[in-house]
């Protein structure tokens, strides 16, 4: 069965790094997530991405937040300065219409120094 | 606000009891309502989409209900055994959104043997 894939699994960064992060949607999905989840708190939503272009952003995804779908497969999440609160466990999602269930990839733990 | 609450925080039973695990959301807007699984450490499965228009779903020993003018949700698990424990995580895609989900804490389920 197809799914949402995440790399790097664990990341460890210096307070300051940009980091990127990586995900592989489900091929023949359309709508595009990421999530957060700080330790021991709910999963928040950052940002959706639909037809190329984002549809919806929280507050959490501030200036120092970009996401961009390079090559057709591939969905990134960008920090570019990364502070000790990113900390925290990042989830892609995808679904393949807009009424349909979201499918999560295994998320990427960023540890920021 | 809009917003998402689960309770019990944490539910412990023995292996064979069916159990209740309760969502309230605070808007009747809802567009839909999905129940994932999370165990530690690892990202979301989905287990059931309720549609705002549908009273409930099943799937197995799992059955989802839906009552938008309470702003309730139920999932009930049937014969539980050790192999359903894990967080539940009830999320609730509101009105007005363009897909992103607003989760709950979660209920910690544990099934002893």
């Known amino acids: 069965e197809p799914e949402v894939t995440q790399t790097p699994s664990h990341q460890v960064t210096q307070m300051g790094q940009e980091v990127i992060l990586r995900c592989v949607p489900i091929s023949n999905h359309l709508y595009f997530y990421w999530y957060r989840q700080i330790l021991g708190q709910k999963v928040e939503f950052l940002v959706s991405?639909?037809?190329?272009?984002?549809?919806?952003k929280s507050e959490i995804f501030d200036d120092q937040f970009s996401v961009e779908r390079p090559d057709g497969s591939n969905f990134t999440l960008k920090i570019r300065s990364t502070k000790l609160e990113d900390s925290a466990m990042y989830f892609c999602?995808?679904?393949?219409?807009?009424?349909?269930?979201?499918?999560f990839g295994p998320g990427t733990r960023l540890t920021v120094l | 606000k809009q917003e998402v609450t689960q309770i019990p925080a944490a539910l412990s039973v023995p292996e064979g009891e069916n159990l209740v695990l309760n969502c309230s959301f605070t808007d009747s807007a809802i567009y839909n309502l999905q129940w994932f699984r999370q165990d530690p450490g690892k990202g979301l499965t989905s287990l059931l989409l309720?549609?705002?228009?549908?009273r409930e779903q099943t799937s197995g020993r799992l059955n989802a209900s839906l009552d938008k003018s309470s702003g309730r949700s139920t999932l009930y698990i049937a014969a539980s055994q050790p192999g359903d424990s894990a967080t539940y995580l009830c999320a609730v895609r509101y009105r007005g959104s363009q897909g992103n989900l607003i989760f709950g804490k979660g209920t910690k389920l544990s099934v002893k043997p």
């Open positions: 991405f639909y037809n190329n272009e984002i549809s919806e």
């Open positions: 999602a995808s679904k393949p219409g807009p009424t349909d269930t979201q499918y």
């Open positions: 309720i549609q705002s228009s549908q």
